[in-house]
Nanobody
Framework: QVQLVESGGGSVQAGDSLRLSCSAS????????MGWFRQAPGKEREFVAA????????VSADFAKGRFTISRDNAKNTVYLQMNSLKPEDTALYYC?????????????????WGQGTQVTVSS
């Protein structure tokens, strides 16, 4: 069992940056691959990025490549999502998720634990 708490969201202007954090408590954080997802109003939740439990490999959605970077610090039980060059279409509730296998995944059904989300709002 692991509990996840996201933070770092906020309201920013287009072109700004934000760094989201997801702090984990409970069983060993390094046992979990981690992912970030987002859900915009009126849309389904979508994959953003994932990182394997050692941090050695990442995968990102096409819209995230070149702008968003996922990373983790297993000593701090935290996974991050650095978001640069934000656009209004990045406005969403951002969730982190954990799965108890080595590699991340794109499908939300493959994740076992979820946080409550942190809101990101980007205005033009």
């Amino acid at each position: 069992q692991v509990q996840l708490v996201e933070s770092g969201g906020g309201s920013v202007q287009a072109g700004d940056s934000l760094r989201l954090s997801c702090s984990a408590s409970g069983r060993s954080f390094s046992s979990y691959a981690m992912g970030w997802f987002r859900q915009a109003p009126g849309k389904e939740r979508e994959f953003v990025a994932a990182i394997m439990r050692s941090g050695g490999s990442t995968v990102s959605a096409d819209f995230a490549k070149g702008r968003f970077t996922i990373s983790r610090d297993n000593a701090k039980n935290t996974v991050y999502l650095q978001m640069n060059s934000l656009k209004p279409e990045d406005t969403a509730l951002y969730y982190c998720a954990a799965r108890s296998v080595p590699y991340g995944a794109r499908r939300e059904a493959e994740y076992d634990f979820w946080g409550q989300g942190t809101q990101v709002t980007v205005s033009s």
